[in-house]
């Protein structure tokens, strides 16, 4: 059974940072994408960096380019997002989703997964 618990986040001042921690279990890293997402309320979900567990080759969509590091540690079994300059606008739930890369596409859409953690409360203050 595949299973992901997010921690990490929490509420700080703007212009701080944050890393997010995903521990996975249930699953090969090595054949799966791990994605980290975001949900603000009354916004759609959408995916701020996925990083497969193959070869660490890793995304990011051109709105958190430079603020965000994805990272994995296949021992531990654990993927990362660092989180740097945290905006206000950045405040939301983040997930972290798991799925065969076969069936994920290279922009990751959040569609593409099928296996979620229940997610980490990310407040930034202003």
């Known amino acids: 059974e595949v299973q992901l618990v997010e921690s990490g986040g929490g509420l700080v001042q703007a212009g701080g940072s944050l890393r997010l921690s995903c521990a996975a279990s249930?699953?090969?890293?090595?054949?799966?994408?791990i994605g980290w997402f975001r949900q603000a309320p009354g916004k759609e979900r959408e995916g701020v960096s996925c990083?497969?567990?193959?070869?660490?080759?890793?995304y990011y969509p051109d709105s958190v380019k430079g603020r965000f590091t994805i990272s994995s540690d296949n021992a531990k079994n654990t993927v990362y997002l660092q989180i740097n300059n945290l905006k206000p606008e950045d405040t939301a739930v983040y997930y972290c989703?798991?799925?065969?890369?076969?069936?994920?596409?290279?922009?990751?859409?959040?569609?593409?997964?099928?296996?979620w953690g229940q997610g980490t409360q990310v407040t930034v203050s202003s």
């Open positions: 990083i497969r567990g193959s070869d660490a080759s890793a």
């Open positions: 989703a798991a799925e065969y890369w076969v069936y994920v596409r290279s922009t990751c859409p959040p569609t593409d997964f099928a296996s």
């Open positions: 249930g699953f090969s890293f090595d054949d799966h994408v």
